[in-house]
């Protein structure tokens, strides 16, 4: 029997293999295939370009969301502060890591409770779904939201990570039920996030009837969560089962494709595998809404908030020049952009 290691001791490995080793899917986003019209008379001002929106009431600066990454340790909560910090200056969007360790390990809360440095960003807080199976019902969800004084709920989506963990909840029958019955009843939006696998047209149709407020794809390109699970296996047969799986998953770009198909009508968040305001661009011409990065962002907050702020400053002005030299001056002519796909 493989040794269940404690939730905080995974938190604190998540965050030591994510910056220390290679954890990337062997897949590509396919954002590699996407391009722009490059416009040598864009016949717009670069300092008028406009990315501003407003999500669920929050009016952000750009569309960039720090991805969903950490919480409940020491180190954890210095991570969110100085993510927290950053996304206040910048006016992004932020998610916490899964909470479930707060709710289950009370004193770990703080290591989440980001407002006090950020009172005016979008927030979102992270439930793992399939906790819904296993005992979590909304009481749970609301307790989670309450914690961070968050504007919407994430409910995230990894059954392979599950499927390849020591323990990890595998039992994903009669979900869906659960999920819509958490949409109907939330005073605050649900959105439902995969975790760096992707989403398929059948799964976003099942999460639009459920009554998501949005799904984030989190396509397969970016970390795969089977290699950060492969690294700390507790044996050789788990670690062999997750290295098979280093290739799995739907690319970010084929993800946004599949909702938009699926559920015309779905606000999109990409994430999975984003490497800069490029990226960015490119998932919003593709129909997203916000463009959300973990790992980038999570190694410059582990040096600095500063460090953070200088990330997201570089990234939305990656951004801004993208949209400038493709003459889009607003996210809406972003949105209606004429693509090239290789």
């Known amino acids: 029997m493989s040794k269940v290691a404690p939730i905080t001791q995974r938190k604190d490995d998540h965050i030591r293999i994510n910056l220390e080793r290679d954890v990337r899917s062997g897949l590509s986003t396919g954002l590699e295939n996407i391009h722009f019209i490059h416009e040598a ?3 717009c001002n670069l300092e008028d ?13 750009a569309p960039i969301l720090i991805s969903s990454m950490t919480g409940g340790t020491q180190d954890a909560a210095a991570i ?29 809360s703080a290591s989440f409770q980001v407002r006090k440095a950020a009172p005016d960003i979008l927030l979102f807080a992270n439930l793992g779904a399939i906790q819904l199976n296993y005992g979590y019902g909304l009481d749970e969800c609301r307790r989670a ?6 504007d919407a709920l994430y409910l995230h989506l990894n059954p392979l990570q599950e499927a390849v963990q020591a323990g990890g909840d595998t039992n994903w029958k009669g979900l869906a039920r659960k999920i819509e019955h958490i949409c109907k009843n ?15 047209e059948k799964s976003a149709r099942l999460l639009a009837d459920c009554g998501v407020a949005a799904i984030d794809v989190a396509g397969a390109g970016g970390t795969s969560w089977s290699q950060v699970e492969m690294h700390r296996a507790p044996d050789e047969f788990l670690r062999n089962l997750a290295a098979s799986f280093v290739d799995w998953g739907i690319p970010t770009a084929d993800a946004i494709l599949n909702v938009k198909q699926a559920a015309p009508n779905m606000t999109i968040f990409a994430s999975g595998g984003l490497q800069d305001g490029l990226d960015i661009a ?32 570089l990234t939305h002005r990656q951004l801004q020049v993208t949209m400038f030299t493709a003459g889009l001056e607003n996210l809406d002519k972003l949105k209606h952009a004429n693509l090239k796909i290789k």
Do not use: Y
């Open 41 to 43: 008379l864009p016949e």
């Open 49 to 61: 370009i406009d990315t501003s929106l407003t999500l669920f009431n929050k009016k952000l600066q």
């Open 80 to 108: 969110n502060m100085r993510l927290a910090e950053a996304a206040q200056a910048c006016g992004v969007a932020m998610g916490v890591g899964s909470q479930r360790t707060a709710l289950e390990h009370p004193e770990q």
């Open 145 to 150: 939201v309450e914690m961070i004084e968050a």
């Open 186 to 200: 939330m005073e605050v939006p649900v959105i439902a996030k995969e975790v760096g696998w992707g989403i398929s």
């Open 282 to 313: 490119r998932c919003i011409a593709l129909g997203a809404s916000l463009g959300g990065m973990a790992g980038l962002f999570l190694k410059a907050a582990a040096i600095s908030s500063e460090n953070t702020v200088e990330t997201l400053k």
